[in-house]
């Protein structure tokens, strides 16, 4: 890059976007016009690349959730241009900080499964893999979420109101989209997705949903203003809000419009392009030769009838050759074996929305009948296998039949499909499932946002290499035994606490010590991430520090953050909980030098970017069998925190990786739980170990106060009065707290040895370059994609 040009050409954009003077422009001047000369930066190549893939084979990754979070520093990481950008800013006086903090998080997505979208792209593009993207462009991200009181408010997100600089609007390649009621213009936004410092750009095509005609004259001459503005408005509710549910699925009809919305203008666009470049195939012989679509979860699946329609109903191809075709196209990955998160559609809201695609999926359902009777299975024995069944179209099913690959994102939950949820179909087609376990980029999750650990990494390595090739942290473990080394890792995690502890100050106005552990959990609130058995530990911890000020312990400061969906009660009465229990803690002048807690206001991508490089524990304490991966547990390890964890997910192939004598592994595992399921009785736990009784009491003595609003209560009758169907503890909170409680014990301990503990963190981090997604990407491109 030519500094002088970029300067030049930044100056130019700035006057130009606002008519300003350089002095009087304001941040938000600053920030618009950094996109612009960046965007001008990279536009050449990305032309190049969208060229030269025209004709290539492509892997479309299908999701409806993108969670890319900010993009003007990671951008600038992966064009290699971060230092000098800041250095030429300085020159003019201005401070990148806080032009950086003028962008609005694109808060595309719920969690995990969002977030590993978008660590995807930028790994597909930085392995050079023709990857595209395709997703909703909606106009409200996920909440943000105001703490009043100790409750959650949610407020919303428009993100873009100020502008969109990462976007390219493509209006020549808008589609048309058929509801049974409407149709709207779907309007593509395309974002570049860099590879790191290479010349790769991918796309991210986010459609918008428009009105056909932008206004209806009809009513507009009549004076019927308002009709005239509702088309507009109907077409427009499409994609205005992110349904910000995380696993809980939404049987709404608008949900199911912006699903089909986002996938048949995306199937529209690929079968457009494929006969504009392949005009001697018009029999889409080779369609699935250049195509593979991957499925992010049971979301995109409507995307599979979609192209048998658009085949069969738009180009004349025969049906059967048409589901060949499709069978040939489709790969599904699924990322939970919650069942309330495995879409089902009544069929009067599949027909209220794409008659069509019904009319599809009834047929692909009798073929699946017809050739497992073939088989020789009964009526009874083909129920788990039918995609339609009392009137409830089963997606995941759908999937299964039409996919040739269908995948987990963890080892332990991939046998869980085989084994359990998926285990009808597994039997009859082993060969489609496969392993894929989930990584993160080290680009935005070190590089970016732990410069001093990514600097000092380099200079222990004598090279950057690592960037590109994560497995060689590994050459870290040459400084296993050198204490110089360790102490510095302990330095930079002091550093790197320290900028912690003044954010928070800024941001939640409580002040904490960066000497202290920094013991966090930051994810989606949900009972089976079990933030309440953090919490009642603390609560217990908390009387045992009241009643016992001399015991030996070791500062520690607790730090949660992450929203709970909005009509998910429990979860906001967990935050409740976190947030009155800050409140008594932190006023307590007896143990105030020992324990703090923390709730950090608006989890987001931008916040983990702060939370992951101060943390000494990491919380992954779901109940075993529960969580598919997570992606968290592996951002903490690579910046060097300690996993606190149970044997699940993705924490079982960190406990491999890094040694589990390096981490620490608490509670049942998954056979246990099994065994015991129906015998568990959690007030069995609840009367024989007093410390459970004192934590699970202290929610109803009066010394929390939840305003009236019986949310401990009902977080208390969870944990031990079974109702209303549901059974007490569902999560085996009470099961596992003993163990928990003693391991917190040993880490108190073991911490204050900081030496050793430097040792395990560096440890952790040299063989967290498994947990990179270039190797997930790679995987897929290989194994399913064959790129
Ligand atoms: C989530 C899982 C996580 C996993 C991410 C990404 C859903 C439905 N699933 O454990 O809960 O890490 O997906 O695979 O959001």
């Given at each position: 890059m030519n500094k002088n040009k970029f300067m030049e050409s930044y100056i130019e954009n700035l006057q130009r976007i606002t008519l300003k003077n350089f002095k009087d422009t304001s941040d938000k001047d600053r920030y618009f016009a950094l996109c612009d000369t960046i965007m001008e930066l990279i536009n050449q190549e990305w032309r190049n690349c969208k060229n030269r893939t025209r004709k290539s084979r492509k892997a479309y990754y299908f999701s409806a959730e993108f969670l890319v979070g900010r993009s003007l520093g990671n951008n600038l990481i992966n064009l290699g241009i971060y230092d000098e950008v800041k250095e030429i800013l300085k020159e003019i006086d201005i401070d990148f900080e806080s032009i950086e903090n003028f962008e609005d998080d694109a808060a595309l997505g719920n969690g995990g499964l969002g977030r590993l979208a978008a660590c995807f792209m930028d790994s597909a593009a930085t392995q050079k893999l023709d990857m595209y993207g395709y997703g909703v462009r909606y106009r409200e991200g996920l909440f943000k979420q105001k703490i009043e009181n100790g409750f959650q408010v949610e407020e919303g997100d428009h993100w873009i109101k100020d502008g969109d600089g990462w976007s390219i609007r493509v209006e020549s390649d808008s589609k048309i989209v058929k509801f049974r009621d409407q149709t709207v213009k779907a309007v593509p936004y395309d974002m570049p997705m860099l590879g790191f410092e290479n010349e790769q750009v991918n796309t991210l095509r986010l459609w918008q949903a428009e009105p056909?005609?932008?206004?209806?004259f009809s009513y507009f001459n009549n004076f019927q203003y308002d009709k005239a503005v509702e088309e507009k408005n109907r077409a427009e509710d499409i994609t205005r809000v992110l349904y910000p549910n995380d696993i809980q699925r939404e049987g709404k009809v608008l949900r199911l419009k912006q699903q089909y919305f986002f996938c048949s203008a995306s199937i529209q666009d690929m079968v457009a392009k494929y006969k504009q470049y392949f005009q001697n195939d018009l029999q889409f012989e080779e369609f699935s030769k250049y195509h593979v679509i991957q499925l992010n979860d049971t979301h995109p699946i409507i995307a599979i009838p979609e192209l048998i329609r658009v085949l069969v109903d738009?180009?004349?191809?025969?049906f059967e050759k048409a589901v060949e075709i499709t069978k040939n196209t489709f790969a599904f990955t699924n990322h939970t074996v919650l069942q309330e998160a495995l879409e089902t559609w009544p069929k009067d809201i599949m027909l209220e929305v794409c008659p069509r695609c019904f009319e599809i999926i009834e047929q692909l359902n009798e073929n699946v009948v017809k050739e497992f009777k073939k088989k020789g299975l009964s009526e009874e024995a083909i129920d788990p296998y039918r995609i339609i069944r009392f009137d409830q179209i089963r997606m995941a099913n759908l999937a299964i039949v039409m996919s040739k690959s269908v995948n987990g994102v963890a080892k332990l939950h991939t046998q869980i499909l085989k084994d359990d949820t998926f285990n009808n179909w597994y039997k009859l087609m082993p060969e489609k499932f496969n392993n894929k376990t989930n990584g993160i980029t080290p680009r935005r999750w070190l590089v970016y946002s732990n410069i001093r650990l990514s600097n000092f990494i380099t200079e222990k390595l004598g090279t950057g290499d690592w960037k590109y090739d994560l497995t060689k942290l590994k050459g870290l473990e040459k400084f296993l035994d050198d204490e110089k080394t360790l102490e510095e890792i302990n330095q930079i995690k002091y550093e790197n606490k320290k900028d912690l502890a003044k954010y928070i100050l800024e941001n939640e106005g409580i002040s904490i010590d960066p000497n202290s552990i920094f013991d966090i959990q930051i994810k989606r609130i949900h009972e089976y991430k079990r933030q309440h058995l953090n919490l009642i530990h603390i609560i217990n911890l908390y009387h045992e520090l009241k009643n016992n000020?001399?015991?030996d312990f070791y500062p520690t400061t607790f730090i949660l953050g992450g929203k709970a969906a909005p009509g998910y009660f429990r979860a906001k009465a967990i935050i409740k909980l976190a947030n009155e229990i800050a409140r008594v803690v932190n006023n307590d002048p007896y143990v105030n030098d020992k324990i703090k807690v923390v709730f950090v206001n608006n989890y987001r991508v931008s916040y983990g970017e702060k939370l992951f490089p101060a943390a000494d524990i990491s919380e992954?304490?779901?109940?075993?069998?529960?969580?598919?991966?997570?992606?968290g547990n592996m951002k903490f390890m690579l910046n060097g925190a300690l996993t606190l964890g149970t044997y699940d997910g993705a924490n079982i192939e960190i406990f491999e990786n890094a040694g589990v004598e390096n981490n620490y592994l608490f509670g049942a595992k998954v056979e246990e739980l099994n065994e015991i399921y129906n015998s568990y009785n959690p007030k069995e736990f609840y009367h024989t170990n007093e410390d459970i009784k004192d934590a699970v009491d202290a929610l109803l003595s009066g010394e929390l106060k939840d305003n009236d609003s019986y949310m401990f209560l009902d977080i208390y009758n969870s944990l031990i009065n079974p109702q209303g169907g549901e059974k007490a503890d569902n999560y085996f909170v009470l099961k596992d707290f003993e163990d928990y409680k003693k391991t917190h014990e040993k880490i108190n301990k073991e911490y204050a040895d900081r030496l050793t503990w430097a040792r395990k963190s560096l440890k952790n981090i040299a063989n967290?370059?498994?947990?990179?997604s270039d190797r997930t990407i790679l995987e897929y491109a290989k194994d399913i994609w064959k790129l």
């Open positions: 056909f005609e932008e206004f209806d738009e180009n004349s191809i025969d000020p001399d015991m992954q304490i779901s109940t075993a069998g529960k969580e598919a991966s997570g992606t967290a370059g498994y947990f990179s």
